[in-house]
């Protein structure tokens, strides 16, 4: 008896022929990289910002790509993690502790606290339930946030000197915190890619398949949905962390329950299972939404039922344009 097929799993990881999503893929990652080159050449040092921020929160879309995707866990308050790795990285410094070497764990440890609580108690739930719990707990902490008098409350905190390295690495570079950052979402990607292609993320897939079945074979689904929740919970906080050293400022604004729906927005667009499918997702949406705010003041009324269309006519996102296949 032949054994049975393995189901193929699009994760957008393609190695052989030069595909159309490994082109695009390749042409995304180089411009990037060219990225400081241009700004310097052209004299556009907005452009460096503008792409800086789009490689931050890509790294927070693709941890939500990881439980949302790939996962089926739609999370509507991931936006929460952002904030609390920011106001870890705002708080310290506003009380004299600047070394990233102190920051940014505690900003990473801080968000995946905060995900194992939410998620303990939002994974005993399905559909509906599971996105307002979510909602719940990322609109709690974001009235948290707002009754910080002593670090701004409503109206923000200024972060006056950037995350310090000991001299490893200088932040305040605005070229070299660029390609920190970008570094960091390629590792973030990669590390994302071997997740799920390991057995502990092809339980994560067959329980968004099939919850019930996995745990007839004996599968505890819900540890490992949970353990996936805690590790994309980390990853946006480390973005958050690199968030707020960006903007030099932070504030209840980072986690509210709209910016949650940006990251979506951004997954889905880019194409959910797709592995470079948030940055894709990430740069289309904000490239779009800078790119009309210049044109008109009502730029959202424009945006938003452009994004209507592409949702409902590109099911797989813009990846599934690519590639002719249809998301999940």
């Known amino acids: 008896m032949s054994p049975a097929p393995k189901a193929a799993v699009k994760t957008g990881w393609s190695i052989g ?12 990652i180089a411009t990037l990289a060219v990225v400081p080159a241009y700004a310097a050449l052209t004299g556009n040092a907005f452009a460096l910002t503008l792409f800086t921020r789009v490689v931050i929160l890509a ?12 996962g089926g866990m739609v999370s509507f308050g991931h936006a929460a993690y952002l904030g609390i790795g920011g106001y870890a990285v705002g708080i310290l ?33 399905r559909g509906v339930y599971f996105i307002m719990i979510t909602l719940a707990f990322a609109q709690m902490i974001y009235y948290v946030a707002i009754g910080l008098d002593r670090y701004g409350g409503d109206d923000g905190l200024t972060i006056y000197h950037r ?34 292609n390991s057995r502990f993320g092809m339980v994560i897939r067959g329980a968004r398949s099939n919850e019930r079945r996995m745990r007839a074979i004996g599968f505890p689904t819900f540890r490992y949905q949970l353990v996936c929740f805690v ?39 880019g194409g959910m299972q797709a592995m470079f499918g948030p940055l894709i997702g990430a740069l289309t949406f904000l490239v779009l939404e800078e790119g009309l705010s210049r044109l008109t003041e009502y ?20 990846d ?7 998301g999940g």
């Open 231 to 269: 590790i994309a919970g980390a990853m946006c906080g480390l973005a958050g962390a690199l968030l707020a050293n960006h903007t030099d400022f932070i504030s209840p604004a980072m986690m509210h329950w709209t910016r949650s729906g940006d990251l979506i927005v951004m997954v889905v667009l």
């Open 59 to 70: 790294i927070a879309a693709l941890s939500l790509n990881l439980i949302m995707g790939f």
């Open 17 to 28: 022929p030069v595909t159309p999503r490994v082109g695009l893929n390749i042409a995304v």
């Open 299 to 318: 730029s959202n009324l424009i945006l938003g039922p452009l994004l209507l269309v592409v949702a409902i006519s590109i099911h797989g996102g813009i």
């Open 163 to 196: 995350s310090s390295f000991g001299g490893l690495i200088d932040l305040s570079n605005r070229t070299v915190f660029y390609y920190f950052c970008f570094g960091l979402l390629l590792v973030g990607i990669y590390l994302v890619w071997r997740i799920v």
């Open 93 to 125: 410094a506003k009380e004299g502790i600047g070394s990233g070497f102190v920051q940014w764990p505690i900003a990473v440890a801080a968000a995946a606290l905060y995900a194992l609580i939410v998620g303990a108690l939002s994974l005993r739930t």
């Open 320 to 326: 599934g344009l690519i590639t002719g296949q249809r």
